[in-house]
């Protein structure tokens, strides 16, 4: 069992930054591929970034590429999302998910992840 915790979101304006962060329960985090989502209102969930269990693969989303950097450590079994250049598209409730034995990143989906969190909200004004 692994419990996600998103933190870091809340309002900035477009052009800035923020630095999403997710903190995970449990001994076996390192085992896990973790993934960043989000869902916009209205909009169905959509993928953002991946990254390895080791953290030595990772991969993004065409529309966050070049403006997100995800990263995590394992030894404080958290993964972090680097927010840059936001804009105003980019609002919405972001989630990160945990999931068991993918070893190819590029394949993540959100109907293949084990784990979620709660999300938490960015707002980008413009």
């Known amino acids: 069992q692994v419990q996600l915790v998103e933190s870091g979101g809340g309002l900035v304006q477009a052009g800035g930054s923020l630095r999403l962060s997710c903190a995970a329960s449990?001994?076996?985090?390192?085992?896990?591929?973790m993934g960043w989502f989000r869902q916009a209102p209205g909009k169905e969930r959509e993928f953002v970034a991946a990254?390895?269990?080791?953290?030595?693969?990772?991969y993004y989303a065409d529309s966050v590429k070049g403006r997100f950097t995800i990263s995590r450590d394992n030894a404080k079994n958290t993964v972090y999302l680097q927010m840059n250049s936001l804009k105003p598209e980019d609002t919405a409730v972001y989630y990160c998910?945990?999931?068991?034995?993918?070893?190819?990143?590029?394949?993540?989906?959100?109907?293949?992840?084990?784990?979620w969190g709660k999300g938490t909200l960015v707002t980008v004004s413009s």
């Open positions: 998910a945990a999931d068991w034995g993918l070893t190819d990143i590029a394949t993540m989906r959100d109907y293949g992840m084990d784990y």
């Open positions: 449990g001994r076996t985090f390192s085992s896990y591929a």
């Open positions: 990254i390895s269990w080791s953290g030595g693969s990772t």
